[in-house]
C-alpha cells in the first residue's frame, strides 16, 4: 500500500485535541499488561511471573467478580424470550425461580425487544423504577422525566461535559486526584480543567477554602467556570465524603453559580461511613431555607459497572437532572438523541439494579447471600492490602473507606527518581513499570490521576482474588528500595 504521505490522515493532521487528552488507566502499563497476558496465554513461560493482575482498572469480573444470578436469568430470558415458552424446564431442571421469570416478562412488556431501539432518553418504564429507586434512597420525589439513560456513567459524562462546555473558554472545577475521564474529555472538548486539590490529611476530603481558591484563580485568569465535579465516594482515592462537606459544596456551588456534576457511580461500595447523595442533601437545605436553592443545579450520575453488581461490559447507567432549565433539559435531550439509545440491555440492568429481589420472593435469599458475599470479600482484600501496605517501607495509606480502589502515597529514594529521568518517565511511572515487569501486577501511577507536586502514589484496585498477588508487591517493594538506595 502507499506510503504515509499518500494517506489523508497521519498523525499530524488529526484533531489536536484527541491528541493531547490522556487515559492513564488505560495508557502504556495496560497495554504492555494485555501483552505479557497474551505471551503467557500462548504457553511461553520465560517471564518471571505465571498471571498478569489487572488491578489498573475497576473491571470487576474480569478479576473474577462473579455475576449476580438473578440478574443474569432474567438478562438470559431477555436476549433469548423463546425460553419463556419452556417455563416448566426453566423452572424444575435450570434453576430459575418464579420471580425470574415474572420480570423478565414485565420489561419484555415493557422494551418489546432488547434489539429494538428504545426512547432516546430510555424507556420510560425503567425511567420510572429509577425515580422510584430514588425516592426510596433520599426521602424526595424524583420524576421519570429528569432522568437519562446513559452507556455507563461516562457516556452521562461525556454528555453533560458537552452542553456545558461552549467554547474553550469554558471552565469545570475536577477534583485531583480525579478519574482521568474528565481532564480527557476536557481536552477533547478544548476546555479549561480548573484543579482543585482534595486533602489527603482528612483522607481526601474536600475544602471549600481550597476550591475556592482555584475558582478565583481561574477567574481571574479569565475563566468562565461553569462546574464542580465531586465524585464521591471517591475514585481513586476511596474516601466517602461527609454531610457537613457535601454541605458546603452545594453553599459554595450556590454563591458562584456552579452546576454540581456528582458522580456517585460507587454509592453502595462504601466501608466507612455512610454514603449521603447530593440530591438529598440539596433537598434537605431547600427544606431548610425556601427559594434559597432552587436553582443550584445537580446532574448525579450512578451505573451497573460497580458496586456488587460490576456489569462493566453491559454499559448501564443513568444521570437525573435536578433544578435544570427546561430549554437547556430540551438541549440534553436533543444531544443523546444524536446517539439514538443507551444500550437496551444495559438499560434493563439498571431496572434490575434499582429494583433486586425484596424479602419474601422466592430470588430473594441467594440475591442477598451472593450480594453479601461480595461485599464482604471486597471489604477483606481491601484490608489486607492496606495492611501489606503498612509492612512497605516508604508507603503511606490511608484506612479504606470505600469504592475499589487505595491510592497510597510511595517515598520514593532519590536514586530511583534518577533512573526514571534516564527513561524520561516520572518517578511513579517507573515505578510501576518496574512492578508490572517483576510481578505481573498492574497498578497506575499517581501522575495519571493528578497528584501534588512533589508528591508520588500510584492506584490500585482491591478487586483481584487471593493474596499471592499483594505478596508479589510486598517482595519487588522491597527489592526495589534496596536496588536505589
Not at 141 to 161: M, W
Not at 234 to 246: K, Q, R, V, Y
Not at 363 to 380: C, R
Request: charged share 20%; aromatic share 10%; with cysteine.
Amino acid at each position: 500500500m502507499g506510503s504515509t504521505a499518500a494517506r489523508r490522515l497521519n498523525i499530524n493532521n488529526i484533531n489536536p485535541h484527541v491528541k493531547a487528552a490522556k487515559y492513564a488507566v488505560r495508557g502504556e502499563l495496560a497495554v504492555k499488561s494485555e501483552e505479557y497476558r497474551a505471551y503467557l496465554q500462548a504457553g511461553l513461560t520465560d517471564l518471571p511471573f505465571s498471571q498478569v493482575v489487572s488491578a489498573n482498572i475497576g473491571n470487576p469480573q474480569q478479576l473474577d467478580q462473579k455475576p449476580l444470578t438473578y440478574f443474569r436469568q432474567v438478562l438470559s430470558l431477555l436476549e433469548n424470550p423463546a425460553l419463556l415458552n419452556h417455563e416448566e424446564v426453566l423452572l424444575n431442571q435450570l434453576g430459575y425461580k418464579p420471580d425470574v421469570i415474572e420480570r423478565a416478562r414485565w420489561l419484555l412488556s415493557k422494551v418489546g425487544s432488547v434489539g429494538a431501539y428504545s426512547a432516546s432518553n430510555g424507556v420510560p418504564a425503567i425511567r420510572q423504577s429509577i425515580a422510584d429507586f430514588l425516592e426510596r434512597r433520599d426521602g424526595f420525589p424524583a420524576s421519570q422525566a429528569d432522568i437519562y439513560l446513559s452507556a455507563g456513567a461516562s457516556s452521562g459524562v461525556n454528555t453533560l461535559l458537552h452542553i456545558l462546555c461552549a467554547d474553550e473558554n469554558s471552565g469545570i472545577l475536577v477534583p485531583i486526584p480525579q478519574y482521568p475521564l474528565y481532564t480527557a474529555s476536557l481536552a477533547v472538548l478544548n476546555a479549561k480543567c480548573v484543579e482543585y486539590h482534595l486533602d489527603e490529611s482528612r483522607h481526601w476530603g474536600t475544602d471549600v477554602k481550597v476550591m475556592r481558591e482555584a475558582y478565583e484563580k481561574a477567574t481571574a485568569e479569565g475563566i468562565d467556570v461553569r462546574a464542580i465535579v465531586i465524585i464521591n465516594p471517591g475514585n481513586p482515592t476511596g474516601a466517602s465524603l461527609p454531610e457537613e462537606d457535601i454541605r458546603a459544596v452545594i453553599e459554595f456551588a450556590k454563591q458562584e453559580r456552579l452546576v454540581i456534576i456528582a458522580d456517585e457511580v460507587y454509592q453502595t461500595n462504601v466501608f466507612i461511613g455512610e454514603f449521603i447523595s447530593f440530591k438529598k442533601m440539596l433537598r434537605q437545605m431547600q427544606q431548610e431555607t425556601p427559594g434559597a436553592y432552587d436553582y443550584v443545579e445537580l446532574a448525579s450520575l450512578h451505573s451497573v459497572s460497580k458496586g456488587m453488581v460490576g456489569e462493566c461490559g453491559h454499559r448501564g447507567g443513568y444521570f437525573e437532572l435536578v433544578n435544570f432549565d427546561p430549554e437547556v433539559q430540551a438541549e440534553i435531550y436533543k444531544f443523546v438523541s444524536i446517539m439514538l439509545c443507551s444500550p437496551v440491555i444495559g438499560q434493563c440492568l439498571v431496572q434490575l439494579m434499582v429494583n433486586p429481589p425484596k424479602v419474601g420472593e422466592p430470588s430473594y435469599e441467594l440475591y442477598k447471600k451472593e450480594y453479601d458475599g461480595i461485599f464482604n470479600g471486597l471489604q477483606e482484600r481491601a484490608s489486607a492490602l492496606h495492611k501489606a501496605f503498612e509492612q512497605m517501607e516508604g508507603v503511606e495509606c490511608g484506612t479504606p473507606q470505600g469504592s475499589m480502589y487505595l491510592f497510597p502515597t510511595i517515598n520514593l529514594p532519590p536514586k530511583a527518581a534518577e533512573a526514571a529521568a534516564l527513561e524520561g518517565r516520572t518517578p511513579d511511572e517507573f515505578y510501576c513499570m518496574r512492578l508490572l515487569e517483576a510481578t505481573g501486577v498492574c497498578v497506575v501511577p499517581g501522575s495519571g490521576f493528578g497528584q501534588k507536586d512533589g508528591s508520588l502514589h500510584f492506584r490500585t484496585t482491591f478487586l483481584a482474588p487471593g493474596t499471592k498477588w499483594v505478596g508479589s508487591i510486598i517482595k519487588f517493594h522491597k527489592e526495589f528500595m534496596d536496588k536505589y538506595r
